[in-house]
């Protein structure tokens, strides 16, 4: 659908604007069985701050709730490109945290015994690691005054803008229109 002439008079669900998060919620709703659903973007798709987003997937994060949606994330972005066609630019790089004063180093393994302990329903893979070994994963890191770091294989990066494209196409593909 390109022009406003072919708009529906009506529908079950509008979502207002094409960046990442309203694509990935026509996508989801999609997924459950809803058909009715006008995706209105003023621009064009992934047109606002979705465009400028680095595109790093990180899993460890402060809470069980969005530490599952993010280990949710990482599966889903290795799976799409398969499910729809286009590219998502998804690359499972796993991601180094570094801590350099003591304090930190304390938050950081709270942090990795927090998603360990939230067993099967996360199962995030997180592994504490000494200075030299962040400098194994990248060479480039001056490691003198890092006291030690956090290794997340299953952490990753893609491409925002091939994402949105990608959950829109998936969102079409079950019966969603996007204007
Ligand atoms: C892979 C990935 C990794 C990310 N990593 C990080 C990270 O590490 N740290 C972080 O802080 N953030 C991260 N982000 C988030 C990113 O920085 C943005 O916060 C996010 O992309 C914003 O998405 P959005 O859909 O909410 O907003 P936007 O992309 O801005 O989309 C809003 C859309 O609504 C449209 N719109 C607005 N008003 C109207 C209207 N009245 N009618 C029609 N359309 C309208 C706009 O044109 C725009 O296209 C990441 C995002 C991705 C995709």
Known sequence: MDNQQNLPQAAEIAIV???????????????????????????????????????????????????????YSTQLYSELETETGPATGWTQTGSVTVARTDDRMTMLLRTAASARAQGVD??????????????DKWPVMQVEDVKGGLW??????????????????????RGAQIA
């Open 122 to 135: 996360v199962d995030v893979d997180v592994d504490v690691i000494t200075p030299d070994a962040a400098k």
């Open 152 to 173: 997340m294989p299953g952490d990753g990066k893609a491409n925002p803008t091939d994402l949105t494209q990608s959950l829109a196409k998936g969102a079409r593909m």
């Open 17 to 71: 604007g094409g960046g990442i998060v309203g694509c990935c919620v026509a996508y989801h709703l999609a997924k459950l069985g809803k058909t009715d659903i006008v995706l209105l973007e003023q621009g064009q798709l992934s047109c606002g701050t979705t465009r400028h987003a680095a595109g790093l997937v990180g899993q460890l994060r402060s809470n069980p709730a969005m530490t599952s949606l993010f280990r």
